[in-house]
C-alpha cells in the first residue's frame, strides 16, 4: 500500500522566505509527527499530532515554525522567514496509535536549503 | 529523556552476521528499545522493536539483556543492502511521552 509522502522533496529557499512542507501520511494513521535531520545527525524531534491535535511541540526551535494537521489526514510545516540554519532534510513519520511500542513509518523527507 | 550510546561505525563482509551493540544504562521500566535504520538519502526504516525478551522478525533479531540496560540488534547475514546507519532509541509509553529521542546510530559498511 502506499507509504507517507512528502513534498517537494527539495526546496530550495532565499533567506527570508517563507515555505511550507506537506506530509501525507499512511491512511488511517491518527499520530503523526515532524522531525529535523541537520547533516551528518540524527533526527530531532519536533512537534507530534494526533489526529488533528497538537499534543506536543516542544521540539520546534523558534515561533518561525508552525505545524498543522487540521482534518487530522494532511499536516503541513511551515517556516517563516527562513535561515539558513534551517537548511535541513524535514522528515514526518505517521503510525498507528495503539498500546506499546508503536512502529513509525517514515516519508523520503524534504531537503530545505536556505540561501 | 533516557539515552542511548552506540559505536560510531562498524564494517562487515557480506553474508557474515552483524552484532550491533546498544548501551541505554538509564533506561526505565516502561521503555521500549526500537531500531531504525536510514539508508542513504532515504527515510529512516522500522527494523525492531522489544521491552524485555528477545525479538525476532524477517529483518533482524534483537537480544536484550537481562538488566535490560544493553541490547544487540543481529543481521544474521549481511547483504550490501544493509549499509545503512542503525539507530537504537528508547521510546517512552506513558501518555505523550511517544516521541523518539535519536542519538548519532553506528554507520555500517558492508564489504563484497
Known amino acids: 500500500g502506499a507509504g507517507v509522502s512528502q513534498s517537494p522533496r527539495y526546496k530550495v529557499a532565499k533567506r527570508g522566505q517563507d515555505v511550507a512542507l506537506r506530509c501525507d501520511p499512511i491512511?488511517?494513521?491518527?499520530?503523526l509527527f515532524w522531525y529535523q535531520q541537520a547533516l551528518g545527525q540524527g533526527p530531532e524531534f519536533l512537534t507530534y499530532?494526533?489526529?488533528?491535535?497538537?499534543?506536543?511541540k516542544s521540539g520546534l526551535p523558534s515561533d518561525r515554525f508552525f505545524a498543522e494537521r487540521p482534518e487530522g489526514s494532511v499536516s503541513t510545516l511551515k517556516i517563516q522567514r527562513t535561515q539558513q540554519e534551517d537548511s535541513a532534510v524535514y522528515l514526518c513519520?505517521?503510525?498507528?496509535?495503539?498500546?506499546?511500542?508503536?512502529?513509525?513509518?517514515f516519508g523520503p523527507g524534504t531537503r530545505l536549503l536556505v540561501l | 529523556d533516557a539515552k542511548t550510546t552506540q559505536p560510531n561505525s562498524m564494517e562487515s563482509n557480506e553474508e557474515e552476521p552483524v552484532h550491533l551493540p546498544c548501551n541505554h544504562s538509564t533506561i526505565s521500566g516502561t521503555d521500549y528499545i526500537h531500531w531504525y535504520r536510514q539508508l542513504p538519502s532515504q527515510g529512516p526504516e522500522y527494523v525492531i522493536h522489544g521491552l524485555t525478551s528477545n525479538v525476532n522478525n524477517r529483518m533482524a533479531s534483537l537480544a536484550i539483556a537481562e538488566d535490560r540496560k544493553s541490547s544487540t540488534l543481529i543481521l544474521h547475514r549481511a547483504t550490501l543492502r544493509d549499509a545503512a546507519v542503525y539507530y537504537c532509541?528508547?521510546?517512552?509509553?506513558?501518555?505523550?511521552?511517544?516521541?523518539?529521542?535519536w542519538g548519532l546510530g553506528t554507520s555500517l559498511a558492508v564489504n563484497p
Open positions: 532509541i528508547l521510546r517512552g509509553n506513558a501518555g505523550n511521552n511517544r516521541k523518539l529521542i
Open positions: 513519520a505517521s503510525s498507528l496509535r495503539r498500546f506499546g511500542g508503536e512502529t513509525q513509518y
Open positions: 499530532f494526533q489526529n488533528e491535535a497538537q499534543l506536543d
Open positions: 491512511s488511517g494513521h491518527v499520530s
